[in-house]
T-cell receptor, first 115, second 113 residues
Framework: AQKVTQAQTEISVVEKEDVTLDCVYE???????LFWYKQPPSGELVFLIR??????QNEISGRYSWNFQKSTSSFNFTITASQVVDSAVYFC????????????FGEGTQLTVNP | NAGVTQTPKFQVLKTGQSMTLQCAQD?????MSWYRQDPGMGLRLIHY???????DQGEVPNGYNVSRSTTEDFPLRLLSAAPSQTSVYFC????????????FGSGTRLTVV
């Protein structure tokens, strides 16, 4: 069975600090996909990134970067020089190839960036 | 291109009432699914569909029915609402094969009193 754990329930930082959100996953499939979503206070879910299990390259997009390590089953998300607009709930999610369209979400991490 | 449209955005029901949450997508996606979001629990899968005429249960299906008569629509029915069904409901769609990304609707906030 697939499982995603986001151990950090809440994180509070001061603007311009770097912050890393942790995500640990469990799966028996060799082919799977990992996702990060952002949920701002307005409530919608915003897609941030998708990574497949065969691509362990780290990715950087502006102030966002992701570190995928199969050896530790982790897919961590770092925000560099955080801003108040980064305040949101962030979800990590997993989809196994054999599970079709089913996403399994972690519990989410509430990030608050204070000015 | 509207993406995934959910209606209504807000709803208050009395215990025992029934209602249907609507979900429509205009991207010709094969896969559609319903999730509920509760505090501290992330999003949990209720029901999903891999194509018209095909549906299956997710993690928390009790108290909900679905059908998929067209590719575009995937309504979620609450048969007899209970306070435990107070939640935020999200509909999502994606293409078949490799899940390149899921498009979510804006959510329906349901309160059962």
């Amino acid at each position: 069975a697939q499982k995603v754990t986001q151990a950090q329930t809440e994180i509070s930082v001061v603007e311009k600090e770097d912050v890393t959100l942790d995500c640990v996953y469990e799966t028996r499939d060799t082919t799977y996909y990992l996702f990060w979503y952002k949920q701002p206070p307005s409530g919608e879910l915003v897609f941030l990134i998708r990574r497949n299990s065969f691509d362990e390259q780290n990715e950087i997009s502006g102030r966002y970067s992701w570190n995928f390590q199969k050896s530790t089953s982790s897919f961590n998300f770092t925000i560099t020089a955080s801003q108040v607009v980064d305040s949101a709930v962030y979800f990590c999610a997993l989809s196994e190839e054999t599970s079709g369209s089913r996403l399994t979400f972690g519990e989410g991490t509430q990030l608050t960036v204070n000015p | 291109n509207a993406g995934v449209t959910q209606t209504p955005k807000f709803q208050v029901l009395k215990t025992g009432q029934s209602m249907t949450l609507q979900c429509a997508q205009d991207m010709n996606h094969e896969y559609m699914s319903w999730y509920r979001q509760d505090p501290g629990m992330g999003l949990r899968l209720i029901h999903y569909s891999v194509g018209a005429g095909i549906t299956d249960q997710g993690e928390v299906p009790n108290g909900y029915n679905v059908s998929r008569s067209t590719t575009e629509d995937f309504p979620l029915r609450l048969l007899s609402a209970a306070p435990s069904q107070t939640s935020v409901y999200f509909c999502a769609s994606s293409t078949g094969g490799q899940p390149y990304g899921y498009t979510f609707g804006s959510g329906t906030r349901l309160t059962v009193v």
